[in-house]
């Protein structure tokens, strides 16, 4: 009896990290606005819960979600009186469709739904609770987490977000082909903003819920645009750096030492292979030019794939960065291309290309750049430089983890 | 001949956000009270819209590259020139004509339905 519902409701909660989305998406029409398509998408998983442990779990979980999701909508109408006032044909069509399909069959409802939640008309920071709150299912406290915000305020701004949608017109489609590429950037740096964010969070279950979410979400839009190469690139991205999650801690403030590459996800790196390999196919057959996801993905990749540090190929990294450097110029990457410079040409030539872009206001509360600075400088013998950028260093790290391997890096440096 | 003249209407907008019925029916009784005063001064009233709040705007910076941000528009160097009232299908519609506009700087306010 305990087993039956440990592994209904194991079914179900995978079902909501990865389709909660498609369930939300193919309900709004039905049921008028966002608000109520959640309410009624929460009120089938709960329904869910229930019938399967009865029933058994149907064989398209996705579609009796839907159906159960779109009826609850259609008796909330009847209720409210409001169901002669909606259009009729569009239910209609809606109930006629066939709800056993695979989930893939939702495919076009969540694009909807997140092209209208990454809407370039709404801030950026709502673009992400809106999409961690509507498309992923994610909690408010958890989305508000991700952008260091009280929980208060993010739902306020998820409101605010929605009124914006309402009440200025956004409509709930796809965007036309002409503003589809510059569209499908916006939703591509929502996705990758959370999968950054997540990463660089402690580790707690909150955090597993964010980077599950950023996860399931690249892999259906890779499922949509199969052949898009910055799609692809960016699900390769996510997928290689979410590898080594378990192994990443305070150690990778500088480079990958100290990580224990054994602990790294053998089945994320595959996937994240796969799906670089097909983006840079797919850039290479459309204008031979790879974008910065395929090109961070390729990196990460060339990361991945090396047993440590020492056998790394940094000639082939340094020539990457040098092509993302071209086409995503910021200092963050110019900081890790230095580093790059660093095992190809030397300490020397690395420091001239970091004091290059120490001076960039976004890396000024960005402890991995005194961290890179001290280590070159030790590498150059001048210790008591080293040991002052680790002070800087120390003083703006984010977290107790990243302080102590500082300070173990520091006292390594002998007096 | 008589001149024309565009009256831009400035308020602190927690006054309607956070209207009761009772203060919005004050607020439409008060729009009635001096469109009458228009008239009975012996002017034209060419008519007048309510716009939703600055939470639903959305900029448009014009150009070969236009940017589309959310929010009203701060003004800089640029002043208020002109307007269009414009009815199309959407806010996506209303964007791509902003972007072909012969100004700067577009600011794109829904019109409140009354």
């Known amino acids: ?415 | 001949m008589s001149e024309r003249y565009l009256f831009i209407l400035f308020d602190d907008e927690s006054t309607w956000v956070d209207a009761t019925p009772a203060e919005w029916g004050a607020m439409m009784a008060a729009h009635e009270r001096f469109s009458k005063a228009i008239v009975a001064a012996g002017a034209i009233d060419h008519g007048g819209e309510a716009l939703q709040p600055t939470t639903t705007a959305t900029t448009v910076r014009t150009g070969p590259d236009p940017v589309v941000t959310d929010g009203p528009f701060v003004e800089s160097k640029e002043a208020f020139g002109g307007y269009y009232v414009i009815e199309c299908d959407g806010l996506d519609a209303a964007l791509a004509l902003a972007k072909e506009a012969p100004s700067a700087v577009v600011e794109v306010r829904p019109i409140m339905a009354v």
């Open chain 1, 1 to 415: 009896m305990t087993d039956v519902a440990d592994v209904v409701a194991d079914v179900v909660a995978s079902l909501h990290r990865d389709h909660w989305g498609r369930v939300v998406a193919a309900t709004v029409r039905t049921a008028g606005d966002l608000d109520t398509a959640q309410d009624c998408a929460q009120h089938a998983f709960e329904r869910s819960l229930v019938a399967w442990q009865r029933d058994g779990v149907p064989e398209s979980g996705v579609g009796w979600l839907v159906r159960t999701a779109r009826n609850h909508a259609l008796d909330l109408h009847r209720r409210a009186g409001s169901l002669r006032d909606r259009m009729p044909d569009l239910v209609q069509r809606e109930e006629s469709r066939n709800v056993d399909e695979a989930a893939a069959h939702w495919n076009d409802d969540l694009l909807r739904l997140v092209f209208t939640c990454c809407h370039p008309a709404l801030a950026e920071q709502d673009r992400v609770l809106l999409t961690l709150r509507v498309v992923c299912g994610l909690p408010t406290p958890t989305a508000a987490g991700l952008l260091l915000l009280k929980p208060a305020t993010a739902a306020a701004r998820i409101t605010r977000a929605k009124h914006k949608i309402t009440a200025a017109g956004i409509r709930y489609a796809v965007p036309t082909a002409d503003d589809l590429p510059a569209r499908l950037d916006t939703v591509l740096e929502v996705v990758h903003l959370v999968a950054t964010a997540a990463h660089e969070r402690p580790r707690d279950p909150e955090t597993d819920s964010l980077e599950e979410s950023s996860r399931a979400l690249a892999t259906s839009l890779a499922e949509i645009f199969p052949d898009e190469p910055e799609v692809l690139g960016l699900l390769g991205l996510v997928l290689f750096t979410q590898a080594r999650t378990e192994a990443r801690r305070a150690a990778d403030i500088v480079l990958l030492d100290g990580q224990d590459r054994g602990s790294w996800d053998v089945r994320l790196i595959a996937g994240g292979r796969a799906a670089t390999a097909r983006a840079v196919e797919r850039a290479v057959a459309r204008d031979g030019r790879a974008g910065r996801y395929a090109l961070q993905a390729t990196i990460a990749g060339v990361h991945a794939e090396a047993v440590s540090v020492e056998t790394t190929d940094w000639p082939a990294l340094l020539r990457l960065y040098d092509r993302l450097v071209e086409v995503w110029p910021t200092p963050v990457v110019r900081l890790n291309r230095a580093v790059a410079v660093s095992y190809v040409e030397g300490p020397g030539a690395a420091l001239e290309a970091l004091d290059a872009v120490a001076g960039a206001p976004s890396l000024r509360e960005y402890a991995y750049l005194p961290a890179v600075r001290a280590r070159l400088l030790a590498d150059l013998g001048r210790t008591a430089e080293a040991a002052a950028a680790y002070q800087c260093a120390i003083a703006i790290a984010g977290d107790d983890a990243q302080r102590r391997y500082l300070k173990g890096q520091l006292e390594a440096l002998g007096p």
